[in-house]
Structure formats: structure tokens, C-alpha cells
């Protein structure tokens, strides 16, 4: 299940803050930002992320996602648009073909906060492509 190592990714980098930032008892939050073309099912990765927390400094952390919509523009013509799923890829405008996806495949962790209520820096981007 892709989910599965998407969390156990995001544990790993968030229990790696934690150790580096020293004290930290619990982590209570983790915000992630998951793009519209990113592959994740958000329930899918929810349901994973409480598997891979537990027995760790993130147990019974909550997840919070943003979904981030796929977004395009017409190297022709410069027009952008949202592209949906499946994904439109034509221009709506021009009908061009050549076109940059700009938004939508992000999957980055945004923020996290700790028992003691203190953010952390944000860190490094997950990256995984699809």
C-alpha cells in the first residue's frame, strides 16, 4: 500500500525533529500538505498514519491534511486552469498541448506541534512522485 510508506515516511522525519530538538515527550499534531495528483487517498494515509504511530513518539498524533488542487498553465498562452480528475491537460482556452502542472502533486509536511505546544521548523519536503 503506497499510503503505508508515505506514513511511515512522515513518522520517520517527524520522530527525527523530535529527537533533534531533545525534550519532546509527544508530538500532537501533523499537518501535511497532499496534492490533488500526489496518488495518496487521504482516508488510506489517515488509517496508515495511526498504524505507523503506534508504539512511537507520535502516537495518537492527528493527522490533518490539506488538500492541494492540480492546477496548470498553457505554455502557449499563459491561461491556467484547474485540471480536475482525471486530469484535463489540454488548454480550455487555446487547446494546447504543451502545458506545465504547477500545484497538485505536493506532499509535504507543513507543520507539527509538540506536547509542549511549540512548532517545530518546517522541515524538507516528502517527495514522491507518481
Known amino acids: 500500500m503506497h499510503e503505508m510508506s508515505v506514513a511511515l515516511a512522515v513518522v520517520d522525519q517527524v520522530a527525527?525533529?523530535?529527537?533533534?530538538?531533545?525534550?519532546v515527550t509527544a508530538v500532537r499534531t501533523v499537518r501535511l500538505q497532499v496534492g490533488e495528483l500526489a496518488g495518496v487517498v487521504p482516508d488510506s494515509l489517515a488509517f496508515c498514519?495511526?498504524?505507523?504511530?503506534a508504539g512511537t513518539l507520535l502516537e495518537?498524533?492527528?493527522?490533518?491534511?490539506?488538500?492541494?488542487?492540480?492546477?496548470?498553465?498553457?505554455?502557449?498562452?499563459?491561461?491556467?486552469?484547474?485540471v480536475g480528475m482525471p486530469p484535463r491537460l489540454t488548454c480550455p482556452d487555446?487547446?494546447?498541448?504543451?502545458?506545465?502542472?504547477?500545484?497538485?502533486?505536493?506532499?509535504?509536511?507543513?507543520?507539527?506541534?509538540?506536547?509542549?505546544?511549540?512548532?517545530?521548523?518546517?522541515r524538507e519536503p516528502i517527495s514522491e512522485e507518481c
Open 16 to 23: 527525527e525533529a523530535a529527537a533533534q530538538a531533545g525534550g
Open 49 to 53: 498514519f495511526e498504524l505507523a504511530c
Open 60 to 82: 495518537g498524533a492527528e493527522l490533518v491534511t490539506e488538500a492541494v488542487p492540480g492546477r496548470a498553465r498553457c505554455t502557449a498562452c499563459a491561461h491556467e486552469w484547474a
Open 94 to 122: 487555446c487547446g494546447g498541448t504543451r502545458t506545465d502542472l504547477f500545484a497538485g502533486r505536493e506532499l509535504r509536511i507543513t507543520g507539527v506541534r509538540w506536547e509542549d505546544g511549540g512548532p517545530t521548523p518546517t
